[in-house]
């Protein structure tokens, strides 16, 4: 393949940046613009002090990493070039190797020529950006379990015990050792089929808890002006990023902030207080604030404890009641005045309760604590959870064939439909269009 480079760490000040190329050419590439040892004598895996020349002038001091195909993330040859950190000197050392022979790369290409070079497959291609966008230590340590192939080795295993099924169903049509090879097959089918289903039912169950860890819980603050929605967002952020004041009505817009409780990532959505008004500005920001209530995944309604509720109160208590939601007194630190069953005590000034608060979203979204066996598998994204409920689909379809009275021979088209669509998850059989279309999420460089 073509040499290609990328600047691969943040564009900005810092103390070093890293320019990387990988292709066949791209120790070549490298050693034509590097002056100190000779890259395309040095062994692999080692790095070497030098600097980068243009037209005979230094252009930076460096250390240089040579990695020699096929021990290599892409199993190409790689270089990567570590410089110092900064906007213009980075920029200028990657024009340099595309003026030698190299291209710039594509959004995730390094990554996607591990992919199809046989590197990784799709699902720890997915998850090297999961690894990346984690925003707990819980999401990030289920990216880097899918990356070391858990949920590979768990598809794999499927997939290889269905083919095993489909080698045996052929077996029986072809070299009959029973006058009921019908009957026998048809058994073995549906014990068969009982187990895969129930595999894969236990694998989508994952799913929820997959996509909470990966894209967080659009959790809405909710509550009438002055309860302490804003103290509670400061609370749980451990900054002072609302504005906080004993007039009712100081937040007129919605505040998002991601906030990491007990490894569940939260997007906190601090609301305008709602009820009421004339001020158009603040209708406004109570109108917005109702719109976030719709799209929550979580409410967190906060009542003031140390006065009694009001029209308002009762108002959200009834807006509420159908969502997922956790009512929270707040002010508990004062005199208190509501008790409510099943309601949080906390001080949002004093930081009080809050760890409760963190148990409850643990209980109303995981069945059980966020730790993840080393060796569990887990759905993370729409397109795994998709093609699984295709793969339970057909083995439905084979049930029905089966109940129907259908020929085995017609029966095991869906059993492999199934086959097939488990193989998409890891790539086998993945349309183009599909590869290309998921590679360009990545960031440049990656």
Same mark, same amino acid.
């Given at each position: 393949?073509?040499?290609?480079?990328?600047?691969?760490?943040?564009?900005?000040?810092?103390?070093?940046?890293?320019?990387?190329?990988?292709?066949?050419?791209?120790?070549?590439?490298?050693?034509?613009?590097?002056?100190?040892?000779?890259?395309?004598?040095?062994?692999?895996?080692?790095?070497?002090?030098?600097?980068?020349?243009?037209?005979?002038?230094?252009?930076?001091?460096?250390?240089?990493?040579?990695?020699?195909?096929?021990?290599?993330?892409?199993?190409?040859?790689?270089?990567?070039?570590?410089?110092?950190?900064?906007?213009?000197?980075?920029?200028?050392?990657?024009?340099?190797?595309?003026?030698?022979?190299?291209?710039?790369?594509?959004?995730?290409?390094?990554?996607?020529?591990?992919?199809?070079?046989?590197?990784?497959?799709?699902?720890?291609?997915?998850?090297?950006?999961?690894?990346?966008?984690?925003?707990?230590?819980?999401?990030?340590?289920?990216?880097?379990?899918?990356?070391?192939?858990?949920?590979?080795?768990?598809?794999?295993?499927?997939?290889?015990?269905?083919?095993?099924?489909?080698?045996?169903?052929?077996?029986?049509?072809?070299?009959?050792?029973?006058?009921?090879?019908?009957?026998?097959?048809?058994?073995?089918?549906?014990?068969?089929?009982?187990?895969?289903?129930?595999?894969?039912?236990?694998?989508?169950?994952?799913?929820?808890?997959?996509?909470?860890?990966?894209?967080?819980?659009?959790?809405?603050?909710?509550?009438?002006?002055?309860?302490?929605?804003?103290?509670?967002?400061?609370?749980?952020?451990?900054?002072?990023?609302?504005?906080?004041?004993?007039?009712?009505?100081?937040?007129?817009?919605?505040?998002?902030?991601?906030?990491?409780?007990?490894?569940?990532?939260?997007?906190?959505?601090?609301?305008?207080?709602?009820?009421?008004?004339?001020?158009?500005?603040?209708?406004?920001?109570?109108?917005?604030?109702?719109?976030?209530?719709?799209? =929550?995944?979580?409410?967190? &309604? %906060?009542?003031? @404890?140390? /006065? +009694? !509720? #009001?029209?308002?109160?009762?108002? $959200?208590?009834?807006?509420?009641?159908?969502?997922?939601?956790?009512?929270?007194?707040?002010?508990?630190?004062?005199?208190?005045?509501?008790?409510?069953?099943?309601?949080?005590?906390?001080?949002?000034?004093?930081?009080?309760?809050?760890?409760?608060?963190?148990?409850?979203?643990?209980?109303?979204?995981?069945?059980?604590?966020?730790?993840?066996?080393?060796?569990?598998?887990?759905?993370?994204? =729409?397109?795994?959870?998709? &093609? %699984?409920?295709? @793969?339970? /689909? +057909? !083995? #439905?379809?084979?049930?029905?064939? $089966?109940?129907?009275?259908?020929?085995?021979?017609?029966?095991?088209?869906?059993?492999?439909?199934?086959?097939?669509?488990?193989?998409?998850?890891?790539?086998?059989?993945?349309?183009?269009?599909?590869?290309?279309?998921?590679?360009?999420?990545?960031?440049?460089?990656?």
């Amino acid at each position: 393949m073509d040499t290609i480079a990328a600047i691969s760490t943040p564009i900005g000040e810092g103390a070093i940046s890293i320019v990387r190329l990988s292709g066949t050419d791209a120790i070549d590439v490298a050693a034509k613009v590097f002056k100190g040892r000779d890259l395309r004598e040095v062994r692999s895996h080692t790095i070497t002090y030098g600097h980068i020349v243009a037209h005979e002038e230094l252009l930076d001091e460096v250390m240089v990493s040579v990695f020699r195909a096929p021990k290599t993330f892409t199993r190409e040859n790689m270089v990567e070039i570590n410089t110092h950190g900064g906007i213009a000197v980075t920029q200028e050392v990657l024009q340099l190797f595309l003026r030698c022979g190299a291209r710039l790369a594509e959004p995730g290409e390094f990554t996607k020529r591990a992919f199809l070079n046989g590197r990784i497959d799709l699902t720890q291609a997915e998850s090297v950006m999961d690894v990346i966008r984690a925003k707990t230590d819980a999401a990030a340590n289920v990216a880097v379990k899918q990356l070391d192939g858990s949920l590979s080795r768990f598809i794999g295993k499927i997939r290889q015990e269905i083919l095993e099924t489909l080698a045996e169903v052929e077996v029986n049509i072809d070299y009959p050792e029973y006058d009921d090879v019908e009957i026998v097959t048809s058994q073995l089918l549906r014990e068969k089929t009982a187990q895969f289903q129930a595999l894969l039912e236990n694998l989508l169950a994952t799913a929820k808890r997959g996509k909470i860890l990966r894209e967080g819980l659009k959790t809405a603050i909710i509550g009438r002006p002055n309860v302490g929605k804003s103290s509670l967002l400061n609370a749980l952020l451990h900054e002072e990023k609302a504005i906080v004041t004993d007039v009712a009505g100081t937040t007129r817009d919605t505040i998002s902030e991601f906030v990491n409780l007990g490894g569940v990532p939260l997007e906190l959505m601090d609301t305008a207080g709602i009820r009421e008004t004339d001020d158009v500005v603040e209708a406004i920001g109570v109108a917005r604030s109702k719109k976030v209530i719709d799209e =929550a995944d979580l409410v967190l &309604l %906060v009542l003031d @404890a140390s /006065s +009694n !509720l #009001t029209d308002e109160d009762k108002a $959200l208590l009834e807006l509420s009641s159908n969502l997922t939601r956790i009512i929270l007194l707040n002010k508990t630190d004062l005199a208190q005045q509501v008790k409510l069953d099943g309601a949080l005590e906390i001080s949002a000034l004093q930081s009080l309760g809050l760890e409760a608060l963190s148990d409850k979203i643990s209980e109303l979204f995981f069945d059980e604590k966020l730790a993840v066996k080393s060796d569990s598998a887990i759905l993370s994204n =729409a397109r795994q959870i998709a &093609l %699984v409920e295709e @793969a339970l /689909s +057909n !083995l #439905t379809a084979v049930n029905a064939g $089966l109940e129907a009275g259908l020929p085995v021979d017609l029966v095991q088209v869906d059993l492999t439909a199934c086959w097939r669509a488990l193989g998409e998850i890891v790539g086998d059989n993945a349309p183009d269009a599909l590869i290309t279309q998921l590679f360009s999420q990545f960031c440049l460089g990656k």
